[in-house]
């Protein structure tokens, strides 16, 4: 089905509401694949985003929550965990451009009270 604003959908439909399996395109390049219940994304999917930002996970009434991983692309790290309301706020962050970890609370998408932070030497250190 492909909406006013571009917008395209192909999967399962129950009640004439998005129910099941299926994949939406938006217009403005962000890519779903997972599942839908009751027209919102609910359940396990996979987000890929214009900027190629990508998370894959679970779902709940449209937001990111649960167990999940977001791919940040141009930032080049990782965020590992759980989700809540659309916010990251316990797991594992991975800066992948030096091999650095966080692994402990998270706010807001933000390091956060209890925590580990471990560090990765580089070889000019040495």
Same mark, same amino acid.
């Given at each position: 089905?492909?909406?006013?604003?571009?917008?395209?959908?192909?999967? !399962?439909?129950?009640?004439?509401?998005?129910?099941?399996?299926?994949?939406?395109?938006?217009?403005?390049? !962000?890519?779903?694949?997972?599942?839908? &219940?009751?027209?919102?994304?609910?359940? &396990?999917?996979?987000?890929?985003?214009?900027?190629?930002?990508? @998370?894959?996970?679970?779902?709940?009434?449209? &937001?990111? #929550?649960?167990?999940?991983?977001?791919? =940040? &692309?141009?930032? +080049?790290?990782? =965020?590992?965990?759980?989700?809540? +309301? !659309?916010? =990251?706020?316990?797991?594992?962050?991975?800066?992948?451009?030096?091999? !650095?970890? @966080?692994?402990?609370?998270? @706010?807001?998408?933000?390091?956060?009270?209890?925590? #580990?932070?471990?560090?990765?030497?580089?070889?000019?250190?040495?």
């Amino acid at each position: 089905m492909e909406y006013k604003n571009e917008d395209k959908y192909n999967g !399962d439909w129950k009640n004439d509401k998005k129910e099941g399996k299926g994949k939406m395109e938006y217009y403005n390049e !962000d890519k779903y694949n997972g599942d839908w &219940k009751n027209d919102k994304k609910e359940g &396990k999917g996979k987000m890929v985003y214009y900027n190629e930002d990508i @998370y894959n996970g679970d779902w709940k009434n449209d &937001k990111k #929550e649960g167990n999940g991983i977001y791919i =940040f &692309k141009i930032e +080049n790290k990782k =965020f590992k965990g759980n989700w809540l +309301n !659309d916010n =990251f706020i316990n797991g594992e962050i991975i800066l992948y451009s030096n091999g !650095d970890i @966080y692994n402990g609370n998270i @706010y807001k998408n933000k390091r956060n009270g209890e925590g #580990e932070m471990k560090y990765i030497k580089n070889e000019n250190d040495r």
